[in-house]
């Protein structure tokens, strides 16, 4: 078994076009780093990612007693850089806490929907005849609703909160996943590595998990990226519509849902800079994801 | 081509299906029994059971499913819980709002996405094609509620410039027949009410605008890019032709042929996006009466409004799939 490991190993093909002594992986960073806005992009996400990790273990926050109505919606200033909100509050402390609630569904509900996404897809695409139908079908009708709109009506009738919104951004995010990882299979399953691996007697799962699953993953990469950031904006259009994070969680969404009201008084640091927030987390995902597909795919770098 | 269409139509009646399942689905997502939880504070067992039995909440679930697609297919789609009043009336009433944000907004994405997309497209590599393409991905990155609030504040309540809320201003003798204003007041020849509906729709339909016109703008250069490599432009300009001729005549007419279905796609993520961008402007439509309606657990609402939406959606891809087809004599079906 140890010999037709490596043999099936040794016919593997390459995916990445890359310099002798060089891993596909190193390769693909290498085109990545070139990118001065994939660089952005890995930046910024980075730096949202690390305002999630750190804030909260360097900083003791409590909602629920942050309140002073004595400076209600004071204009940015030294004390408070980002101004304070209706109920008194900083609003840069609030941003900070934010990413840990934000970032984190979006991460989490992306983790759940690549997980069973993936695995479903890879399940249709390999048995293949009526398992795949039923499935690709459900997918189908996942995929006729608009994303928002499902999720909304989910939450909706499931019940407001975090909990409910991270299954929601779940459920709606599974059917790309899906069907990028049932294309993937479809693709690799007839070529010779695959089959000579079977020929030595790999298992069924053996050839999904060993040899197809990873040389579907450069699109599923870009795939989670993207569905990351999709997932951020979602948090926080549920959070706005009062259906995700419950006052007084610190949350990009629930805060504008909170200062909405307030445009009109001209108080515009309120909803500045939770929105911002949002933007710009939002925005590192998707230049990141979009640097990824040119760096992980070379068929597509010519676009 | 007839064929085809008749084929293509016939495929979308299991999709309908499928999302009716999924619709008729949300009300059994309610968390515990489902008649308490619409009623709230006024539950009595008695009240419970009245509900359960108006609802058909009693039967075996598969009866329960063919009562629903039964009333669905005679256009009942339910009645309110709170107010009593049967949902497809208030949709229809509602709808006209929501199309004429939802037109306005694709039409300014067109108008602005693709010239955008065919700058980038023909300057590849500039600072222009550089800037366009780092601003459709911050366009696609816009939380579009946060964008409309900033549009507000800024131009309706720093400037002055524009109005943040409703169709037209309170107190005016108006009366829209059809309930697409723009129309209405095109017909009566009121030019004053019709400039006072065009100045409320400038500030919604520009948010709403945001995304698809990124995405717009994504798929012309992408679209542009491919079509100006084929050989036959080069032809074309190996014939001595000018840029503009080669870029206009030659070029554009198959470059847009993928964005027709990218402007179909986005209906679905138009009219979610509605919900957020009503909500903001007080935008008498559908969107704000679904966020109005989770407010006040109106089930029925939400269950009917997303049904709706839904069919919308799934019927506007067909028909963006076979205008695909009857403008692209290329593709042969049959």
Not at chain 1, 273 to 285: E, K
């Amino acid at each position: 078994m140890g010999s037709a490991t490596s043999v099936a190993a040794a016919i593997e093909p390459v995916v990445f076009p890359a310099a002798p002594g060089q891993s596909p992986a190193a390769a693909a960073w290498r085109r990545l780093i070139a990118s001065p806005v994939a660089r952005a992009g890995l930046a910024m996400a980075c730096g949202f990612l690390l305002m999630a990790v750190v804030t909260p273990a360097v900083h003791r926050y409590d909602a629920g007693t942050d309140s002073d109505l004595g400076s209600r919606l004071r204009s940015p200033s030294r004390e408070h850089p980002f101004g304070t909100d209706s109920l008194g509050r900083d609003i840069l402390v609030r941003v900070l806490h934010g990413a840990r609630v934000s970032l984190g569904l979006g991460v989490s509900s992306v983790a759940v929907a690549a997980c069973l996404g993936s695995g479903l897809g890879l399940v249709a695409g390999y048995v293949g005849r009526r398992t795949d139908l039923v499935l690709m079908f459900c997918m189908d009708i996942l995929l006729a609703f608009p994303g928002t709109l499902l999720a909304i009506a989910i939450v909706a009738m499931i019940g407001p909160g975090l909990r409910n919104s991270l299954l929601a951004i779940s459920i709606v995010a599974i059917p790309v996943y899906a069907r990028i990882s049932r294309a993937a299979v479809l693709e690799l399953r007839h070529l010779e590595f695959v089959t000579a691996a079977r020929c030595l007697g790999g298992g069924d799962g053996r050839l999904l998990l060993r040899h197809i699953l990873p040389n579907s993953l450069p699109p599923l990469i870009v795939q989670t990226t993207l569905a990351i950031a999709f997932a951020i904006l979602e948090t926080a259009a549920l959070g706005f519509l009062g259906l995700g994070a419950q006052p007084p969680t610190a949350e990009w969404g629930a805060m504008l849902a909170d200062s909405y009201k307030y445009f009109t008084s001209g108080a515009w640091w309120v909803f500045f800079f939770p929105g911002a927030a949002i933007m710009l987390s939002v925005l590192g995902f998707n230049l990141l994801g979009d640097g990824l597909r040119d760096a992980l795919d070379p068929r597509l770098r010519s676009n | 081509m007839r064929n085809y269409a008749i084929r293509r139509s016939f495929t979308v009646i299991p999709v309908l299906l499928g999302v009716s399942v999924l619709v008729f689905s949300f009300i059994h997502m309610i968390p515990g029994d489902p008649a308490s939880v619409m009623l709230g504070e006024k539950a009595t067992p008695e009240r419970a059971d009245a509900v359960r039995k108006q609802l058909g909440l009693d039967r075996p679930i598969a009866e329960q499913y063919l009562l629903y697609i039964g009333k669905v297919v005679r256009g009942d789609l339910g009645v309110s819980i709170v107010r009593g009043d049967p949902v497809l009336p208030d949709i229809l009433r509602r709808f006209p709002a929501t199309v004429e944000l939802a037109v306005t907004a694709i039409m300014l994405a067109l108008l602005a996405g693709v010239p955008i997309g065919i700058v980038s497209a023909v300057w590849r590599g500039s600072v222009v094609d550089s800037f366009a393409r780092v601003w459709a991905l911050v366009g696609v990155s816009m939380p579009i509620f946060w964008l409309g609030l900033m549009l507000a504040w800024i131009f309706g309540v720093e400037l002055r410039w524009l109005p943040t809320g409703f169709r037209m201003e309170a107190g005016t003798s108006f009366q829209p027949i059809t309930n697409f204003v723009i129309l209405d007041t095109v017909l009566e020849r009121d030019w004053a009410a019709l400039v006072d509906a065009l100045r409320h729709l400038v500030l919604p339909s520009v948010a709403l605008a945001t995304i698809p016109l990124a995405v717009i703008a994504r798929m012309t250069r992408a679209s542009m890019l491919e079509t100006l490599s084929r050989d036959y432009i080069r032809t074309a300009q190996a014939k001595g032709l000018s840029g503009r001729v080669v870029v206009l005549h030659h070029a554009l007419g198959n470059a847009l042929l993928p964005v027709l279905t990218v402007i179909g796609l986005q209906v679905g993520s138009l009219l979610a996006g509605a919900i957020l961008t009503e909500t903001i402007f007080s935008w008498p439509g559908i969107g704000r009466w679904v966020y109005e309606s989770i407010g006040s657990r109106d089930y029925a609402i939400v269950q009917g409004a997303s049904l709706f939406i839904a069919v919308i959606v799934v019927v506007v891809n067909m028909l963006t799939d076979l205008l695909y087809a009857a403008v692209d004599p290329r593709i042969k079906y049959d």
